[in-house]
């Protein structure tokens, strides 16, 4: 069983514990007057961005506060964000490795938010401030230990290699795993500003994470020449800046 289903089998329990949402009474406020824990995620995953961060700004201002069940509840309403930092940094290990690394470095930042200085926006602020700790670690893993990617599993219908899970596999020797220099430099390159934030998480996705264009596609409601045009005109503008 993995971090996160142990995360979710504890939240199913927290949902609906009406004592749990009385502790977080501005917090229920700030999400419609909501009842219950459950109420409280159902609020955010559907109101607008300024209304949803209005409760997690709640939350981890009592969560930097040393108020745990604050900061355990906005680790909940962060998880779908932070899966998708576990599928990304390959050279921290396996994957339920990655997803405890991932877990880990959410909750840390959670507890050490500077809302003085980022008091909007909190989701994406934490779980950016979470990739950098991850980026530097995963740096520092494959330093120590070269790791080789090797895919295993079937591919889908279709057989453009979506479904594959890429495994990584230590090895002797210092050279850095090219998924982990493409990290850093789309990550570069958005801090530069030479390209958008939209399309450096269409590289890592469909070049790092391993997703097809198509799958992509269909998840955004998107065309796939459209998306194919975006990637390769994002990565001619990286080529061109190296």
């Not at 109101?47 to 906005?74: F, H, Y």
């Not at 779908?80 to 990304?88: D, E, I, K, N, Q």
Request: hydrophobic content about 50%; charged content about 30%.
């Amino acid at each position: 069983m993995s971090v996160f289903d142990l995360l979710d089998r504890e939240w199913s329990r927290l949902r609906g514990d009406a004592r749990a949402a009385r502790r977080l009474p501005d917090v229920c406020e700030a999400a419609g007057g909501a009842g219950s824990l459950a109420a409280v995620e159902g609020f955010v995953r559907s109101a607008g961005a300024a209304e949803a961060d209005r409760v997690l700004v709640g939350l981890v201002a009592r969560a930097v506060e040393g108020d745990t069940l604050a900061a355990r509840v906005l680790l909940q309403l962060l998880l779908p964000g932070v899966r998708r930092l576990a599928r990304t940094w390959w050279a921290l290990g396996d994957a339920d490795e990655r997803a405890a690394a991932a877990v880990a470095a959410t909750y840390d930042r959670i507890r050490r938010y500077p809302l003085a200085r980022r008091p909007r926006r909190v989701a994406a602020n934490v779980l950016m401030d979470a990739a950098a700790e991850l980026r530097r670690a995963a740096r520092a893993a494959a330093r120590t230990a070269g790791p080789r990617v090797t895919t295993v599993g079937p591919a889908v219908a279709g057989g453009d290699g979506a479904g594959i899970e890429p495994l990584v596999e230590p090895v002797a020797g210092d050279s850095v795993h090219p998924a982990v220099e493409l990290a850093d430099v789309l990550a570069d390159a958005v801090d530069d500003g030479r390209l958008s934030r939209d399309d450096a998480e269409l590289i890592a996705a469909s070049r790092i994470a391993g997703t097809s264009l198509s799958e992509i596609a269909r998840r955004r409601g998107a065309k796939l020449r459209t998306l194919q045009w975006r990637r390769k005109r994002a990565e001619a503008a990286l080529a061109a800046a190296s």
